[in-house]
């Protein structure tokens, strides 16, 4: 077998960004889109880095660990965010919903199931007036 001849190929990196130019999505290699529309190409090369480039292309990973994007496409190029730039992405994130504390979500399940018996005792009570109008009609 002739080693010379043997052609390694290389792997595409895409990414895609939002709005504001920061990098949302890497592709390449084994998992290249088929429409690359809104893509953009950045890179290739061979191995894991270009092959899986969505867990080793971007160091550090392309999220923080509250899920701002670590990078932006300047130019054609990835480059890392500054601290400012996502600092204002972390900012502008909705404020979390509120969570019950324990005592409340108690008083809710103590309501919630006054309710339920008192709807129970409804239905019991309009069963027992559809029989006691039903015998009337059918007594004649």
Known sequence: ?????????????????????????????????EDLTGWTYIDEGTGDKYNL???????????????IPRYKLMDGVPVLRSDAEMEADRAALPA??????????????????????ANADRQEFLEDCI??????????
Do not use: W
Request: a negative charge.
């Open 131 to 140: 029989a006691e109008m039903a015998s009337q009609v059918y007594s004649v």
């Open 53 to 67: 480039c969505q867990s080793h292309y971007f160091e550090g990973g392309l999220y923080d660990a509250d899920g």
């Open 96 to 117: 979390p919903e509120a969570i019950p504390s324990v005592k409340e979500l108690a008083e809710e399940n103590k309501r919630l199931k006054a309710q339920i018996a």
């Open 1 to 33: 077998m002739n080693l010379e001849n043997i052609q390694i190929l290389k792997s595409k990196v895409y990414v895609k960004t939002d709005e504001n130019n920061r990098i949302i999505r890497c592709e390449g290699g084994y998992t290249t889109p």
